[in-house]
């Protein structure tokens, strides 16, 4: 129980000076989005800490809990007396509203009732959740041979030593490096993995998981709040929420901790939220926070360079809603030329080597999206959502969610059809972790497309009079 107790405590230290940071860099005519604030404290938080764990690292500090912790709450207890001192920026108000909301406060009738019974579903399913990762040791495949790996090695060590390939190793050109399957995987991941074993002084198969289940809970929170900022009434915005975490693939990788693509999928979907939402405010603290979440996404797989680069059609379109969509539709055909080019040369893109045939393996595909239980009925929603508010799509509301949509669509059909991928798409593995990055922002898409549906078909008088 003290361990548990350590861990949480370890934890928790991050996510308050993400929320802190978020807070402090707030200002009067810029209240923070309560779920928002609190949900998107956690990304920023464990970012900042894997960057002062590599800092420490490179400058020969031993990693320990002291060594990583007290920078930590230095810098925590500088940005709340920040945030304090701006009594606007609503740091203490934004958390109380989110305990205040949990209760269905500012609902009545059958909208709380409903609100409460999604809550204590929500609760139900994350308490499960959460028991399987306490009583079940590292079982991923690929966590215990490519990702957990440099976690246990730089708990053992207190250092972050170099990872070379198998090859190099026997080779004894490194001798002083490691290796395993995949010593190219960037360090964000484990590093969270090797922060928990050092709160609790030792490693543990399970307890080194616990940061999935928490970033499974912050997603679930700062989704609920983004979709908020986007003008969605508590209840939807919840709803929206639901939908995210009851994806039954997202659920196993709460569950089975150690795969880095629970994280990708978050950072990638509140990166999209904030980015857009800075274009169109261009307030500081909306381009800080993109920023940050947008930086983070290139750390967590490598695939995260070209999910930031399926980003910036969204910006474009947001930046110049009517030139931008022109320019936009321009870019995807440069780049699709592009691909059919570069595939008859067999070139290398992140690991994944361009074939010159195309190769889609449209059955397996379809047994993934539509047949199989990994993602309910999302993806036949989301093609009756494109059928019923197709005039929609392109609206100034809804056009850079669906170009970034769009764009990852097609990263993901060139992965599939046009690399060597494909193997890992017919036998089920890669093509549920790479879709799981997109489907939450799919899930934003469609209820932005639905609601623009909504109101085209409500005549303006009439909508005026309903909103009066």
């Not at 026997?170 to 010593?183: I, K, L, Q, S």
């Not at 799509?393 to 170009?403: D, G, K, Q, W």
Request: proline residues 5%.
């Amino acid at each position: 129980m003290l361990d548990f107790l350590a861990l949480l405590l370890a934890l928790a230290l991050p996510w308050a000076f993400g929320i802190a940071s978020i807070a402090a860099s707030r200002r009067g005519n810029d209240p923070p989005q309560a779920a928002w604030l609190v949900g998107c404290g956690w990304f920023v938080g464990m970012f900042v800490l894997t960057i002062v764990m590599r800092a420490l690292s490179a400058s020969g500090v031993r990693l320990s809990v002291a060594s990583i912790a007290i920078p930590l709450a230095i810098g925590t207890a500088l940005t709340i007396w920040v945030a304090v001192r701006r009594k606007e920026s609503g740091m203490g108000a934004s958390i109380r509203n989110v305990l205040r909301a949990l209760a269905g406060n500012g609902l009545s009738g059958w909208q709380r009732t409903l609100w409460c019974v999604i809550v204590a579903w929500l609760a139900l399913r994350f308490g499960l959740l959460f028991a399987e990762i306490w009583w079940r040791p590292l079982f991923a495949w690929d966590a215990w041979t490519q990702w957990s790996t440099k976690a246990r090695v730089w708990f053992e060590l207190r250092m972050l030593v170099p990872f070379v390939p198998p090859s190099e190793w026997v080779e004894a050109r490194r001798p002083d490096a490691y290796f395993d399957h995949g010593p190219h995987y960037p360090a964000t991941v484990p590093l969270l993995q090797t922060w928990a074993a050092l709160a609790i002084g030792r490693w543990d198969d399970a307890l080194v998981n616990v940061p999935w289940w928490a970033t499974g809970v912050a997603f679930a929170v700062a989704l609920h709040g983004g979709l908020r900022q986007l003008g969605f009434a508590p209840l939807i915005a919840l709803g929206g929420s639901a939908l995210v975490t009851s994806l039954p693939i997202l659920n196993v990788h709460v569950a089975l901790g150690g795969y880095a693509d629970l994280h990708m999928a978050a950072y990638f979907t509140l990166a999209a939220l904030a980015a857009v939402r800075a274009v169109r405010t261009r307030r500081l603290a909306d381009v800080g926070l993109a920023l940050v979440l947008l930086v983070a996404c290139v750390t967590i797989k490598n695939p995260g360079k070209a999910w930031l680069v399926v980003i910036l059609p969204g910006l474009l379109v947001a930046a110049m809603p009517r030139r931008g969509l022109h320019i936009v539709g321009l870019g995807f055909g440069i780049f699709a030329l592009t691909i059919l080019v570069l595939a008859r040369t067999g070139t290398m893109i992140l690991g994944y080597q361009l074939l010159p045939q195309f190769m889609m393996p449209w059955s397996a595909l379809f047994d993934a999206w539509f047949s199989f239980a990994n993602w309910n009925l999302l993806w036949y929603f989301a093609l009756a959502t494109a059928v019923l508010g197709w005039r929609q799509l392109l609206s100034r509301e809804v056009a850079p969610i669906t170009c970034i949509v769009a764009a990852g669509l097609m990263f993901l059909f060139v992965g599939f059809a046009f690399t060597n991928a494909f193997l890992w798409v017919e036998d089920q593995s890669t093509v549920n972790r790479a879709t799981l990055h997109l489907a939450p922002l799919v899930v934003v898409w469609m209820l932005l497309t639905l609601r623009a549906w909504r109101v085209a078909r409500v005549p303006e008088p009439a909508l005026a009079v309903r909103l009066g």
